[in-house]
Structures are given as structure tokens and as C-alpha cells.
């Protein structure tokens, strides 16, 4: 039998790479795949192994950025110890950099054979879209000129994580991209770079410190804050908006379950600055932008079935 220690060290070990993985950001992955795929029913299409295949390669590629991010951060000297939102199993729990990076590699390496399934059962072009976002991923925090230091990592993350993910798990499925497809896509695609916004508010003051020049940093405390306002009420204003014209049914507003989220987020950020206190901001930004896309594939779903059954 193994000793009390023994477990504690086998289940302290799990816990260090599972927080390597970040799971709290996986959802930005696998919540656009899934619209995209609940997208295509009404075209009587829908592949339960290509939306599985999907589903893999994009939660692999989303935490490949993450150890991506925890290797280049560390290697510019970014996270410490005492460094608030990071996985921390290089600069806590001593795995080795190059571990973790190799580790990343290995993850795209996997998601790339299964790229290739998923092109020779639909088309090779998608391997040249998916290699670009593989790109994005790498270069977001590795390269010279790393897009998280930038002004423009909210829109490179609305652009992949959710219209480009959301479209392509769509033309996996139906072999084609509809106006409607392209339209659900837009407030998921806006809420993705609403959960960037929302990390990027949390660590302003260390960003600064550290020379990015992050939106959030552009725009000062206050604004970051308004800005990320807009974009829930934006997010939540097409919505109603497709619905009144007709591009959807009303189902679709059962995103509006997902308002306790956003104001609990917009609460938070307004009453707390300092970065500790900002996480369960942070956690409730993605809780909704997870809550909001899920009840809206819910919403389609349902439309599907009262029509079909």
C-alpha cells in the first residue's frame, strides 16, 4: 500500500500539471467548436468523429499557448513567485522551462495529425487556415514582437478563438460558410477578446511595470473597465438583434442566463484594483463568455428540435 506521502506527492503532481494546462481558459476553446458544429444541424449535417476531432485539436492547441505563455513569460523574466493568474509550474513547483515548452510542442505535434484527419475528410485548405492559427497561438507570447505586449491581443483573440474557430468547425461540418454562421460568430468572437480584456485590467499595474503596452494599459483603469462593459452589452445587443430580424429564432436569448455572470465580472473590476483581488473577476469573465455561448447553442438546439421532431 502506498504511504500517506506517497498519495499526497502523486496527487500534488497531478495538480501541477493540471494547472499548466489553465483549465479555466480551455472553454474559450471547445465553446466556439461547439456552436459551430450545433450550427450545422439544420443543414442535416452533423459528424460525430470530425466534431470530436475539432473539439481535440482546438482544447490542445489553447493549452499549447498556455505553456507557450508560461515558457516566453518566464524567459523574459515576466512571472515571479508571487505573480497572480499564471499556471506557476516553472517559477513554483520548479518543472524545468524547456519541459514545458517541449511539452507545448508535443500538444501542437498531436493536433496537427489530427488536422490532418480532419482536412483529408473535408479540404486541404483547412490546413493552411489552421496553421495560421497554431501561429497566432505560438507568437502570442513567443517571437520577437509578442501580440500580448501589444494593443491588438483582444482582437487577434476575438479574430481565432471566435469567429475563425467558430467558422471553421461550421465548414467542417457543412463543407461551407453561411451569412448566419458568420453573424452567430460575431458576439462569441467579441466576448473571447472580453476574457483577454478582463486578464489584461487584472495585471495592468505589472504589465506596466513590465513595458507592455497593452489596450488596457492604452486605456487606463477606468476606461479598460467601460470598454469591457461595451462589449458584454454589445455581445448581448446582437444577439437581440438577430433575433428581431429574424436571422434567428427567440430561443437564442437564453443567453441572457448569463447576465448574473457579467455583472458579477463588471461589479468586481468597478470595486477592486489590485490584482489578487481581480481574479474572481477574471474567472467570472470567462464563467460568461462559457455560459453565454452554451446557452446560445442551447438556444439553437432546441429551435432545431421543436422544428424537426
Known sequence: MQSNKEVIKK???????????????????FVPVILGSVLALPQNHFHWLLFIAMFIASTLIQAATNMFNEYFD????????????????????GIAPKTVL???????????????YICLSTS?????????????????TGGPYPIAYTAFG???AGLFMGLVLVLISFYVQTGSITLTSILISIPIAILCGGILM????????????????????????????IFLMSMFI????????????????????????????AYRAIKLFTEKTKSIQLMPAMKATAQMHTHFGLFLTLGLILNYTLHHF
Open 74 to 93: 518566464y524567459k523574459r523574466g515576466l512571472d515571479t513567485k508571487e505573480s497572480v493568474g499564471i499556471g506557476g509550474t516553472i517559477v513554483r513547483d
Open 102 to 116: 517541449y511539452l507545448g510542442y508535443m500538444f501542437c505535434m498531436i493536433a496537427i495529425l489530427i488536422g490532418g
Open 124 to 140: 486541404l485548405g483547412l490546413a493552411f487556415v489552421g496553421a495560421i492559427c497554431m501561429m497566432a497561438g505560438y507568437f502570442y
Open 154 to 156: 483582444e482582437l487577434v
Open 234 to 261: 454589445v455581445s448581448y445587443l446582437w444577439v437581440i438583434g438577430l433575433s428581431i430580424f429574424n436571422v434567428e429564432t427567440f430561443w437564442i436569448l437564453l443567453v441572457f442566463a448569463s447576465l448574473p455572470k
Open 11 to 29: 496527487n500534488k503532481s497531478w495538480k501541477i500539471w493540471w494547472h499548466l494546462l489553465r483549465p479555466h481558459t480551455l472553454t474559450a476553446s
Open 198 to 225: 478582463a486578464n489584461n485590467i487584472r495585471d495592468l499595474d505589472g504589465d506596466k511595470e513590465n513595458g507592455r503596452r497593452t489596450l488596457a494599459i492604452l486605456l487606463g483603469r477606468k476606461k479598460a473597465n
